[in-house]
């Protein structure tokens, strides 16, 4: 398990900067109206913003079966 989320710490990461990303979104700038699908509620765009953030960290992630093939 412990090697499980090292290798995937960069999806942790990317998914908590987004979360924080998200509810900063929400409280600053938000939806006035109350319409807005995503940025209407705090969860709702805290849940958006740490999933994209989990994506674009995780594409930086190395691919570890072409850097093993390469060793050998």
């Not at 979104?25 to 913003?49: D, Q």
């Not at 930086?60 to 050998?72: G, H, M, P, S, W």
């Amino acid at each position: 398990m412990k090697n499980w989320i090292i290798k995937n710490k960069l999806y942790f990461i990317g998914g908590l900067i987004g979360a924080f990303a998200g509810f900063l979104y929400w409280k600053y700038v938000g939806c006035l109206t109350g319409t807005c699908a995503i940025t209407s509620s705090p969860v709702n765009s805290t849940i958006y913003f740490a999933f994209f953030g989990a994506i674009l960290f995780g594409a930086f992630k190395k691919n570890t079966k072409e850097t093993e093939a390469n060793k050998q």
